[in-house]
């Protein structure tokens, strides 16, 4: 025995000094790399923060284990080549009034999600101090955490609040991980530090000795590796920070805002062109490695965007990017965790991929390398973005992957190894919504993986609630085709995750599948295969889902706004209930107790049309209903009612409506009557005002917007209305408008010079100054008067130093079938004696005629 506690001894203090040798740094060049072979280190990744705060709380709302939940989410991450995993801790949940470190859930939690991720290859930069509550979107939870009733200013200078922290930074680092074994101080998997998430400094000098001081504890600690801190948060003391003791700077990068309350639908890849450091040529910063901590296009389910950010971060030599934040499968029916940001592979499958296309490129970019500038950087390097088609496509020579239905031939059919897609193409046919995997094994071999159908059934960028659903998941019965040489005609498809005994041959490459994990195999033999062999960091037989209960039956119906006298009028429709649906019917009164019914054609799982014929509209509107006939229920919408509009005692309350009106060349792109608030890009900048009511100046409602003043960094005051849907909608009257009318005034006593311009897709701008006088009038502007403008990126990122202005490079020509939005400025052509009056404007209408 005394030998055998002599030998662990021995190899315990071995396995320390091995484990205290750094595994990264960061050279004279700021350059972070590996040290074992000196190699720049490539990191691209995600937050995930279901140990903590409301990700906690809420798996236990839901009656879910937080480990089997951790099991899923790291699995369903390396499926998507995820190597990086940024936290930063909630430490008034692991430590006490003190600061001293405690033995709690969240820490536990912790721990084994590190463990997780150690085993599928992640690295981890971590960041201990985060300051405040445990809140969001909830209340705040009490804890004896020290800092959980602190303001991040107080935290740098206090020393009875500084020698807490150090209490603390000197126990988690030398906290040993129960399920790796390692102290946080020797993982080298924890390959950064960052001091603590996103300070809110007001004095340079006492960050510079904040910093320091911090830097030292953790070295006095035993932490080897690089320590960062975050410049970008409160930019002006980038200077300060810099003098500090820390090897490199973090950033984060918000594109399109944060919290905008509502699906953002627009091309938004001018808003991720480039990421600008505008300090980058300061000299001490030039040794400083470079790590974006947070990151996301928020409140937008784009599949272009992920993979151009990527491309962004390389240009601007970053090496370590972490996504704000992956969403727990159990939790993302609801997106509750945070409502501006909705990604998971399950529940957001085309953005899901387009991570995965984005970790390629992000570690396939050379360190600084530029692909130009908009639009001419739609294709680079593997990669090819569609905005139109809403479509990533990664093609390499052994790798492709895409985010919707295309027809792009693969590079190399000999050398591919590896396919992840969305809806079909050259390879694969399929009918379903979820994403698929097909890993080749050997020749003859290949590994493939179907994840459920899913469906939005409410807006997930709305006001939050477990108690509301957003996102459906359904594990239906599709049609697949895979078309692989190494396969032929006839092959076997053999399932091998857990209690999946399907067992079926093809004779045209074409069988209907479940979601699960199987074998695609030429010959029948495969007893040379092991389902639990590694394929990567995944095991062959690994299948993760979540049993989702749908408790109400959901019609996902956007009615069209108006059509035109004589005109059928085409209805679409997605379903999806708890029960079987027999057929679905659009249903309107045609005389006293009488209806009229048209059954509408399923056209997959979750849609359904009918054209209904212009013979039957009267008058000028025409509204109905849409009936849900499942198995045990008839189910009216809008009202999610029981019942049947042909019952003499059903009374409706709500019903669809599209208006009946008369055919003219017009095109109505704003009416202040009827506009959306979620139709609107407003500026970041304060000291503006706006509301939709009657002004004195007309009977009818106006928006009205009023600016303080046009005084500061950029003079300029813009906003926009997304127009898109209304061309759509209008579509057939698009040949035969040549301008823009606006019916508007100006917001005060005086003349308002105003610039009204029309945005495209294509990134260009064109437009025109008017002046508005104080009465109500109607300025008509031909196209031929508009001129090429900048465009002004709305809505406003975060960190706020990016680009206010852009200019895209497509051909300066106006096409008015691309336009997107209406961009109304405030500021060209205003003499600067005047920013500091009250500036404004007042809207009624805006139409192309």
């Known amino acids: 025995m005394k030998h055998t506690n002599l030998i662990l001894a021995l190899f315990l203090i071995f396995s320390s000094s091995v484990f205290c040798q750094k595994s990264t740094y960061v050279n004279s060049k700021g350059v972070f790399r590996w040290a074992k072979n000196k190699e720049e280190i490539r990191l691209f990744g995600v937050n995930y923060t279901l140990p903590f705060a409301h990700g906690y709380r809420a798996i236990n709302y839901v009656n879910k284990d937080h480990k089997k939940a951790i099991d899923k989410d790291v699995y369903h991450l390396s499926r998507l080549d995820v190597n990086a995993f940024r936290v930063h801790i909630w430490d008034a949940e692991v430590t006490d ?58 935290t740098y200078a206090d020393e009875k609040i500084i020698e807490k922290q150090i209490r603390y930074f000197t126990q988690l680092l030398n906290h040993v991980n129960p399920y790796t074994g390692i102290a946080y101080k ?20 006492i960050a510079t000795a904040y910093i320091n001081k911090m830097a030292n504890v953790i070295r006095k600690a035993g932490f080897k590796n690089p320590i960062f801190y975050n410049v970008s948060e409160v930019s002006e003391f980038v200077d300060n920070y810099l003098e500090a003791t820390i090897q490199g700077c973090t950033f984060q990068w918000y594109p399109t805002g944060l919290v905008r309350g ?88 085309s953005k899901a991929i387009s991570f995965k296309i984005a970790a390629a490129v992000f570690r396939e970019t050379p360190n600084g390398k530029s692909f130009g500038r908009y639009p001419n950087n739609n294709t680079f390097g593997n990669t090819k973005l569609d905005a139109d088609k809403n479509l990533a496509v990664y093609n390499s020579e052994s790798s492709f992957f895409y985010t919707n239905s295309n027809s792009e031939k693969p590079k190399n059919l000999d050398k591919l190894n590896t396919i992840a897609g969305i809806g079909s193409s050259n390879l694969v046919k399929y009918s379903g919504t979820g994403a698929y995997f097909i890993d080749k094994i050997s020749t003859g071999i290949w590994r493939l993986e179907i994840l459920p159908d899913v469906i939005w059934v409410n807006d997930p960028f709305a006001k939050p609630s477990l108690k509301k659903t957003v996102a459906v998941l359904q594990n239906n019965t599709n049609e697949i085709e895979i078309s692989l040489s190494d396969l032929g005609s006839n092959f076997h498809i053999t399932g091998i995750n857990i209690d999946n005994t399907f067992s079926e041959k093809t004779t045209n490459q074409k069988f209907k599948i479940v979601p699960g994990t199987y074998l695609l195999h030429a010959q029948n033999d495969i007893s040379s295969i092991s389902k639990n062999q590694k394929l990567g960091t995944i095991s062959m037989n690994e299948f993760a889902t979540t049993n989702q209960e749908i408790k109400q039956t959901f019609v996902v119906h956007d009615p069209v706004k108006s059509i035109e006298k004589n005109t059928d009028l085409h209805i679409e429709a997605a379903v999806v209930s708890p029960s079987k649906i027999e057929k679905l019917e659009v249903v309107w009164p045609s005389g006293y107790q009488k209806t009229t019914n048209y059954l509408m054609e399923k056209i997959d799982n979750f849609h359904y049309k009918v054209m209904i014929p212009k013979s039957n509209f009267y008058g000028n509107k025409f509204q109905y209903h849409i009936v849900v006939y499942t198995e045990n229920d008839e189910i009216v919408f809008p009202d999610n009612a029981k019942g049947n509009p042909i019952d003499w005692d059903f009374i409706p309350e709500k019903r669809y409506t599209t208006k009946i009106v008369q055919a003219e060349p017009i095109m109505v792109l704003f009416d202040a009557n009827k506009e959306s608030e979620n139709n609107f890009l407003w500026p970041a900048q304060r000291g503006y ?21 046009l005084k500061g960094e950029i003079n300029d005051f813009t906003f926009k209305i997304l127009v898109e849907k209304n061309i759509k909608n209008d579509s057939p009257h698009l040949n035969s408008v040549n301008s823009i009318e606006i019916e508007a005034a100006s917001g005060t006593s005086k003349n308002q010079k105003v610039q009204i311009a ?71 052509e205003i003499n600067p004696e005047n920013h500091d009056e009250n500036q404004g404007i007042i809207i009624r209408k805006i139409v192309l005629k």
């Open 262 to 349: 509502s699906l953002l639908e627009m091309n938004n890849l001018p808003n991720v062109d480039a990421y600008q450091i505008p300090f980058k040529d300061k000299k001490k910063f030039q040794n400083k490695a470079r790590i974006i901590y947070e990151f996301d296009p928020g409140d937008t389910n784009q599949s272009t965007l992920f993979p151009a950010m990527a491309r962004s971060f390389r240009e601007a030599k970053f090496q370590f990017a972490a996504q704000f934040a992956y969403d727990p499968i159990d939790l993302a029916f609801a997106n509750t965790e945070y409502q501006t940001h909705y990604f998971n592979l399950a529940y957001t499958p």
């Open 97 to 154: 009034s003190l600061g001293n470190l405690i033995n709690s859930p969240q820490l536990d939690l912790l721990d084994y999600t590190l463990a997780k991720m150690k085993d599928r290859g992640f690295k981890t930069l971590i960041t201990p101090f985060k300051v405040g509550d445990n809140g969001y979107p909830e209340k705040n939870f009490p804890t004896e955490g020290f800092s959980n009733k602190l303001e991040k200013w107080q």
């Open 758 to 828: 029309i945005q495209q897709k294509s990134g260009l701008v064109f437009g025109k100054i008017i002046e508005l006088t104080p009465e109500m009038s109607k300025i008509s502007i031909d196209f031929a008067e508009l001129k090429s403008v900048p465009m002004v990126l709305l809505p406003r990122p975060y960190p706020g130093f990016q680009d206010y202005w852009f200019s895209s490079l497509a051909p300066e020509q106006f096409d008015k079938s691309n336009i997107e939005a209406l961009q109304i400025s405030i500021g060209p």
């Open 186 to 205: 020797n993982d080298p998997d924890i390959i950064a530090l960052e001091i603590n998430n996103e300070p809110r400094h007001d004095n340079g000098e």
């Open 689 to 709: 005002r706006f509301e939709t009511n009657a002004h004195k100046i007309s009977s009818e409602n106006t928006l009205n917007v009023t600016v303080n003043n």
